[in-house]
């Protein structure tokens, strides 16, 4: 166990480096980056996150090909032509502005998330509350199950939740690779990891999960196997288990 925390611990501090994220070390938080002094980014942050799964390099790619500068101007949004990717059409991702748009309008992702949170101090009934706000807009959610996620979130769900478990992450931690610009309001002892192909692998190898299923109760055997070496940010050790399984070093 020693041995195994202090492996974390050592990629860890070599991982938390600017570095680190690059287009040449591609991760989507290096797009995200660029909008962090918007007074936005939360809603930004919402939407790469919701569109990262496939390829890193594509991802990024194609987060950067977008400007989310328009994100709070209805017209530029209706105006703009979109990019394809994967399973989203050109107008899958115009109408997931849409919906971000209408949510500023309305306060904001970051209140959405608070309500809920702070009735259980439960992240998950958070992420709940920010899919139904979206799910809400039925004319503009057709097409967008996948991307989304469903309503009624729990334990058991087959779902790890990866990409709204990694939106959080970035947003309420707070190192030299996380932003960390809701850490004030959310406890980072609360987090789940965001459970990937690569993490779940890499925590097969290492002997933090036992489970054989990728699924919400993985991300949360993981992350309470992290918490017994940092019980108050246990998913800090996110980020290098990804990098370990991205390079192959595991």
Not at 41 to 70: P, V, W
Not at 103 to 119: A, H, P, Q, V
Request: glycine fraction near 4%; aromatic fraction near 10%.
């Amino acid at each position: 166990m020693d041995d195994l925390k202090q492996l974390l611990d050592d990629e860890y501090k070599a991982r938390n480096t600017t570095f680190e994220l690059s287009q040449d070390k591609p991760d989507p938080l290096f797009a995200v980056k660029k909008y962090v002094d918007s007074k936005y980014i939360s809603e930004i942050a919402a939407i790469c996150a919701l569109l990262s799964y496939g390829n890193a390099k594509q991802i990024l790619k194609t987060l950067l090909s977008i400007d989310f500068n328009i994100i709070d101007d209805r017209k530029s949004i209706l105006n703009t032509s979109f990019p394809l990717y994967r399973f989203q059409t050109k107008d899958d991702i115009k109408n997931i502005f849409l919906c971000m748009n209408d949510i500023i309008e309305s306060g904001g992702i970051k209140n959405i998330f608070l309500d809920s949170y702070n009735k259980e101090n439960d992240v998950l009934s958070g992420i709940n509350a920010m899919i139904e706000s979206l799910r809400n807009k039925v004319e503009l959610t057709k097409g967008l199950d996948f991307l989304i996620g469903r309503k009624s979130i729990k334990p058991s769900a087959s779902s790890p939740l990866k990409r709204w478990n990694m939106f959080l992450r970035w947003l309420v931690r707070k190192d030299n690779i996380d932003i960390g610009i809701w850490h004030d309001k959310v406890s980072s002892r609360h987090l789940i990891l965001p459970l990937d192909t690569h993490t779940f692998k890499v925590s097969k190898k290492l002997g933090l999960l036992n489970r054989k299923s990728y699924d919400l109760q993985s991300a949360l055997e993981i992350t309470n196997n992290l918490a017994k070496f940092d019980e108050n940010d246990p998913i800090k050790y996110d980020f290098a288990l990804y990098r370990i399984g991205q390079e192959k070093i595991l």
